[in-house]
């Protein structure tokens, strides 16, 4: 297994993973250019997008930001947040989730980060498990909304 970053050269394979995700079933690689919206998104300083690559195909991501906090408590260092963490179906309970959470980890130290924040489903206990095992705990109860 090999986690990287993904990237303006490396992105096609990632829309191949996210293609197999939405539909469940693997297409023929596909090499489209990258747009300009898309290389634009990737060359955001506080997004990093990692992949699990196993056989020559992406088999899980996580997407992490890093959130700058000001003021005093934080004394300049903001939280790293696991915006999404998948790994496909037939990959899971093999390490992949867990050597992608790992990244999380590196980039709160790589960027002296004061933490590490995510939201998971209640009704997805398998999630909860994983990060229980990660080293989370819960801190209150919350509500996820968007707009």
């Not at 997008?49 to 260092?77: F, M, T």
């Not at 959470?101 to 999630?127: C, F, H, Q, W």
């Amino acid at each position: 297994m090999i986690i990287e970053k993904v990237d303006v050269n490396n992105y096609s394979l990632f829309e191949d993973m996210i293609y197999w995700r939405e539909n469940g079933i693997e297409r023929t690689p596909a090499s489209a250019p990258v747009s300009e919206l898309m290389k634009n998104e990737l060359s955001n300083p506080n997004l990093y997008i990692y992949a699990a690559l196993e056989d020559g195909r992406y088999v899980g991501w996580i997407s992490l930001v890093y959130i700058p906090k000001v003021g005093q408590r934080w004394n300049g260092h903001g939280h790293i947040y696991v915006d999404e963490l998948w790994v496909e179906p037939g990959f899971r309970g093999k390490g992949f989730a867990k050597a992608l959470m790992k990244k999380a980890d590196d980039l709160k130290s790589e960027l002296n980060a004061t933490g590490i924040r995510l939201y998971v489903n209640v009704n997805n206990p398998t999630a909860m498990k994983l990060y229980e095992h990660c080293g989370f705990h819960e801190d209150g109860n919350t509500y996820f909304m968007e707009k």
